[in-house]
């Protein structure tokens, strides 16, 4: 008797452990399928996923997200104020990038190539109130417009927080260029680890578009 109650909960306790040990497997294989259903190619893909943003590969020949951010001046500045003209986007790490993104950006600012019909746009996550100390330290910086993407959500749908430039993937965008057509479709996308003034290759590319 005694032997068959041993065998009997022996029996009841391996199925016990059976069944929960399916249940861990069942359960790691689901998370791991949506964790794979939402990554993309640009990094940060379950945070791209739930926004709705494409990686930054795949914004090419699609609509320019839209925007709404302040200049260094407190203007709000919207990406559909430029329908009509052609426009760079520069998403960079700002103020703690120095002198690499300092010079980027006062390169935008200084080529006479990025006026007119052209408009160059450099975006920082910095606080907008904190920029006038990078001015004081490089003057040229004041003729470049620089937009101020505090909550990062632009550069969350532009896809630009952990690109292969980016030294804090993230939390901070590295160097990377977007230009945009006269009608605010996306006809070229950069990602420059190497931190080069790219105005030459940017001018080709927009001589490209009509």
């Known amino acids: 008797m005694s032997v068959t109650i041993t065998l009997r909960k022996t029996t009841a306790v391996a199925t016990l452990a059976l069944v929960v040990l399916v249940a861990v497997i069942t359960t790691l294989a689901v998370r791991n399928s949506a964790g794979e259903g939402s990554e993309t190619a640009g990094g940060d893909g379950g945070a791209k996923a739930r926004s709705g943003a494409k990686s930054f590969y795949d914004l090419a020949d699609s609509p320019a997200p839209d925007f709404s951010l302040l200049d260094y001046n407190g203007k709000t ?15 960079n790490e700002g103020l703690m990038c120095y002198p690499g993104c300092w010079n980027q950006i006062a390169a935008l600012g200084q080529d006479e190539r990025f006026r007119g019909e052209v408009v160059a746009l450099s975006v920082v996550v910095d606080p907008r109130d904190q920029w006038s100390q990078a001015v004081a330290k490089l003057p040229e910086l004041a003729q470049a417009n620089v937009l101020f993407d505090l909550d990062k959500e632009v550069s969350k749908a532009y896809g630009v927080l952990s690109l292969g430039s980016s030294m804090h993937p993230g939390q901070l965008p590295g160097h990377s260029y977007v230009v945009i057509d006269r009608e605010r479709v996306v006809r070229f996308v950069h990602d420059d680890p190497r931190m080069a003034i790219w105005n030459d290759k940017l001018v080709q590319e927009l001589a490209q578009l009509p």
Do not use: A, E, I
């Open 77 to 91: 500045v919207n990406l559909s104020d430029f329908q009509g003209r052609k426009v760079v986007l520069f998403f």
